[in-house]
């Protein structure tokens, strides 16, 4: 399954401060998901990569000197990085005289991409999003007749 979508979120700002139709600061105008699961030997396997246009950021133009003391130097509209991220599950359920039980292994951004989620040009600050992460657990669902 190949989901996408493409939305604008804006804004239009005072009018007395200069600001005139601009993009939200969560606009992230294209998303794209690729699916795929399969069923094999009773497990289940399925993979997802996730591509999102980066959120709209003022930044400082690289190079600009910065006076603390002195006036704030412009700041240009610029959107971050490309966020991506590739995950893989596996998972199996049993049934069993009482219900079911299911065993899943969850690996959440397994490229250790890291996605820049915030910055600050100024103090010169990039904030990253969640490193690789891998989830297992049991789970038993009751069945109540």
């Known amino acids: ?39 094999a030997y009773k497990w289940n396997f399925g993979a997802r990569l996730t591509m999102v ?40 359920t049993w049934p069993v005289s009482w219900g079911n039980s299911m065993l899943f292994f969850d690996l959440q951004n397994i490229t250790n991409h890291r996605n820049v989620e915030a910055r600050d040009s100024v103090l010169d600050f990039v904030s990253y999003g969640k490193p690789y992460l891998a989830n297992a657990a049991y789970k038993t669902a009751l069945t109540i007749a």
């Not at 493409?6 to 993009?23: I, T």
């Not at 190079?63 to 971050?80: A, F, I, M, N, V």
């Open 1 to 39: 399954m190949i989901p996408f979508s493409w939305s604008r979120s804006k804004r239009k700002y005072d009018p007395a401060l200069g600001g005139g139709w601009e993009p939200y600061g969560l606009d992230q105008p294209l998303r794209l998901n690729l699916l795929f699961a399969t069923t």
């Open 53 to 92: 246009s980066g959120n709209p950021a003022h930044l400082i133009a690289a190079g600009t000197p910065y006076d603390p003391g002195g006036e704030e130097p412009p700041k240009t509209l610029q959107r971050l990085p490309l966020f991506w991220q590739f995950d893989v599950r596996v998972d199996r």
